[in-house]
């Protein structure tokens, strides 16, 4: 479905990401751990074509997003919901979600899809008059979901969904990943929680300085002592 190709990213001369290649098939729930500064954030902006790609390819069923503008890539069915969540606080929920569906085959189908998120994030279906500033973390947090399920993606790009949020609001938030994920779509899952990632996830890949250094599912990287330590920031048994 995607797959990543030799693809080097950089800030200026810094370079962020290299030579870093992966795939995501249809269906699947791919999680990338690794520590703060691992390049986690920027994978999934190069992904979502927020941040350009120096050399390497991506390709999404096909076509090779590499050289196309930011917009493009969610017509072609892939959509972020972007560390911090970046709401538009004065506008409502409602409004909010409505920005999500705006390419033309998700504005067709914006009344069915907010029956689905109001049905998946329920408390949200009560509060779409609300301005989005007015909500606790976790409900921005949905709305910035929903926002992105409201473009019917066929991939889904989560970055960090849980940072900020309490114990019992992030159990509550892999919950909700792990039902979007049952509805057949294909999620690549960043996040700094590496049990909960390793939880969900169909396979994993651990990310250091820009660089691919680990990929298998949970077992596999968790039965290996040096990987638990070291990359995952795991001691003793899991």
């Given at each position: 479905m995607l797959?990543?190709?030799?693809i080097d990213?950089?800030?200026?001369?810094?370079?962020?990401?290299?030579?870093?290649s992966l795939?995501?098939?249809r269906?699947e729930?791919?999680?990338v751990?690794?520590?703060?500064g691992?390049?986690?954030?920027t994978?999934v902006n190069a992904i979502a074509g927020?941040?350009?790609?120096?050399?390497?390819?991506l390709?999404?069923?096909g076509?090779d997003?590499?050289?196309?503008p930011?917009?493009r890539?969610?017509?072609?069915g892939?959509?972020?919901?972007?560390?911090?969540?970046?709401?538009?606080a004065?506008?409502?929920v409602?409004?909010?979600?409505e920005?999500?569906?705006?390419?033309?085959?998700?504005r067709?189908e914006?009344?069915?899809s907010?029956?689905?998120?109001?049905?998946?994030?329920p408390v949200l279906?009560s509060r779409l008059?609300?301005?989005a500033?007015?909500?606790s973390?976790?409900q921005q947090q949905?709305?910035?979901?929903?926002?992105?399920?409201?473009?019917?993606?066929?991939?889904l790009l989560?970055?960090?969904p849980?940072l900020g949020?309490?114990?019992?609001?992030?159990?509550?938030m892999f919950?909700?990943v792990r039902a979007?994920?049952a509805?057949?779509?294909?999620?690549?899952l960043?996040?700094?929680n590496?049990?909960r990632?390793?939880e969900?996830?169909?396979r994993?890949l651990v990310?250091?300085e820009?660089?691919?250094v680990?990929e298998g599912?949970?077992?596999t990287?968790l039965?290996?002592?040096?990987l638990r330590e070291?990359?995952?920031g795991?001691?003793?048994?899991?």
């Amino acid at each position: 479905m995607l797959e990543a190709r030799s693809i080097d990213v950089c800030y200026g001369q810094a370079r962020a990401l290299t030579g870093v290649s992966l795939s995501v098939e249809r269906g699947e729930l791919l999680s990338v751990v690794g520590a703060n500064g691992a390049g986690k954030s920027t994978l999934v902006n190069a992904i979502a074509g927020l941040h350009p790609i120096r050399s390497g390819s991506l390709v999404f069923d096909g076509v090779d997003l590499t050289a196309l503008p930011p917009h493009r890539f969610i017509a072609h069915g892939i959509a972020v919901v972007p560390e911090g969540r970046r709401l538009f606080a004065r506008m409502t929920v409602r409004e909010n979600l409505e920005l999500g569906s705006l390419v033309p085959a998700a504005r067709r189908e914006r009344g069915r899809s907010l029956a689905r998120v109001s049905e998946l994030f329920p408390v949200l279906a009560s509060r779409l008059d609300t301005p989005a500033g007015a909500l606790s973390g976790g409900q921005q947090q949905m709305v910035a979901i929903a926002r992105a399920l409201m473009a019917r993606p066929r991939l889904l790009l989560l970055d960090e969904p849980s940072l900020g949020l309490a114990p019992l609001v992030v159990t509550e938030m892999f919950d909700i990943v792990r039902a979007i994920h049952a509805e057949g779509v294909a999620i690549l899952l960043v996040e700094q929680n590496v049990a909960r990632a390793l939880e969900v996830a169909t396979r994993a890949l651990v990310l250091e300085e820009g660089r691919i250094v680990a990929e298998g599912d949970r077992a596999t990287l968790l039965a290996d002592s040096r990987l638990r330590e070291a990359y995952l920031g795991v001691v003793g048994d899991v």
